[in-house]
């Protein structure tokens, strides 16, 4: 089957292309490509509003979620997440991870690894100067509760996720049985 040979300049671009057997194909040695009836130059619009669209799909998502991470000061349920990943593993003072956890060390760990703070602090109550204070009325998921020489994160439900001394692992309190925290704060 004959084809005609062409050319098309699309912002700069120029792709060769040569009609074969009713469809378009870039060049000679490759298979048609199954555009029969459309002009390359009509493809090429289609194909840049398809990605055009994709983009700005793909900016709004990250625009929210941007959104959602200053409203809440940082992205609240990823951090909870790091933390739950560490139920389980032992206790052991003054370590931060990833094998074994102190209190403040968990901590250390959880807002390191999200890349919120590369050096947070080790003691306890210095996490009340260096984050933004919150009233318990607002607490949230991913707030950092302190309590005197033990600090923990609220995990949401009433629970705190903490390197718990006496049970010697990583794991869940109730807010309940905490007692009355010395501060919250929100990194």
Do not use: H
């Not at 006496?166 to 010395?182: D, F, I, K, L, R």
């Amino acid at each position: 089957m004959g084809g005609g040979e062409g050319g098309c300049v699309a912002e700069g671009l120029s792709l060769g292309y040569r009609a074969v057997g009713g469809g378009i194909s870039r060049d000679p040695t490759q298979e048609d490509i199954g555009i029969t009836g459309r002009s390359l130059d009509s493809v090429l619009s289609r194909t840049k509003i398809t990605v055009l669209l994709g983009l700005v799909a793909m900016l709004v998502t990250a625009f929210a979620i941007s959104a959602n991470a200053q409203s809440t000061g940082y992205a609240s349920y990823g951090t909870v997440a790091i933390g739950e990943a560490q139920v389980g593993k032992p206790f052991a003072y003054g370590t931060d991870g990833p094998d074994t956890f102190s209190c403040s060390g968990l901590m250390r760990y959880i807002l390191r690894t999200s890349g919120i703070d590369y050096d947070a602090p080790w003691t306890p109550e210095d996490y009340l100067y260096r984050y933004a204070p919150v009233a318990p009325g607002d607490l949230q998921p991913g707030d950092i509760v302190i309590y005197p020489n033990w600090a923990t994160m609220y995990v949401g439900n009433g629970q705190l996720l903490n390197a718990n001394e006496w049970q010697g692992v990583v794991t869940y309190t109730p807010m309940a049985y905490a007692g009355e925290p010395v501060g919250i704060v929100r990194p």
